[in-house]
C-alpha cells in the first residue's frame, strides 16, 4: 500500500524552476493531444519513471487525453475512470517533466468520485511551468482513503 508522497517522485518546484532557459517546444514532438492508458490498481510495485510515468499492467482503468492548446502555456486534460473503485474520492495529480530536466513537478489538479460502478470523469486546465516548458506529461489518480488505489497513466509528449 502506498502513500500520498510515495507516488510521484518530485523535487519542489522552486528546484525545477531555478534552472531557466529560452522556451521552445519539443522538437518532434507530435500537436494535437494525445491519449493514454491508465493502468493499476498499484503501479508503484510495476514502477514508474518521471519520464515514462506509470508501466503497464495487465488492467487497465480508463484513460487520460492530455494537450496544450493555444499559446501552449497551459495542459488541458479529461481523465475517464473505468472499473475503479466504486463511491470513492480519487485525488488526480499532475506530473510534467522539462526537456533535459531530471525530476518532475507535480501537482493537483483536482478529484474525482466514482459512481457504484467504479466510473468517473474529470475535465481540468493546468498551467505549465516557467521556462524551458515541460513536454511529458502523466496523470496518477489516487484514493483518498483508505488509499487502497493507485492509478497512473504512462507519460505522453507534447509539443
Given at each position: 500500500?502506498a ?7 518530485c523535487?519542489?518546484?522552486a528546484?525545477?524552476?531555478a534552472v ?9 514532438a507530435?500537436?494535437?493531444s494525445q491519449?493514454?492508458a ?11 519513471t518521471?519520464?515514462?510515468g506509470a508501466?503497464p499492467t ?12 493555444g499559446?501552449?502555456?497551459?495542459v488541458?486534460?479529461k481523465?475517464t ?7 470513492a474520492?480519487?485525488?488526480?495529480t499532475?506530473?510534467?517533466k522539462?526537456p533535459g ?5 507535480s ?9 457504484r ?10 498551467k505549465?511551468a516557467?521556462p524551458p516548458?515541460p ?5 496518477s489518480?489516487l484514493?483518498?482513503s ?13 509539443d
Amino acid at each position: 500500500m502506498a502513500s500520498a508522497s510515495a507516488f510521484v517522485r518530485c523535487v519542489p518546484a522552486a528546484m525545477v524552476l531555478a534552472v531557466l532557459g529560452p522556451a521552445s517546444p519539443a522538437l518532434g514532438a507530435p500537436g494535437g493531444s494525445q491519449r493514454a492508458a491508465i493502468f493499476g490498481p498499484e503501479v508503484e510495485a510495476t514502477g514508474n519513471t518521471c519520464a515514462g510515468g506509470a508501466s503497464p499492467t495487465l488492467t487497465t482503468f480508463g484513460s487520460v487525453v492530455l494537450n496544450t492548446p493555444g499559446k501552449e502555456t497551459t495542459v488541458t486534460g479529461k481523465v475517464t475512470l473505468k472499473h475503479a473503485t466504486p463511491s470513492a474520492t480519487f485525488q488526480v495529480t499532475l506530473a510534467e517533466k522539462e526537456p533535459g530536466g531530471l525530476e518532475c513537478r507535480s501537482f493537483l489538479v483536482g478529484t474525482i468520485t466514482t459512481n457504484r460502478k467504479g466510473s468517473a470523469k474529470l475535465q481540468f486546465t493546468a498551467k505549465r511551468a516557467s521556462p524551458p516548458l515541460p513536454t511529458r506529461f502523466w496523470v496518477s489518480v489516487l484514493e483518498e482513503s483508505p488509499f487502497a488505489e493507485l492509478l497512473a497513466s504512462s507519460a505522453v509528449e507534447l509539443d
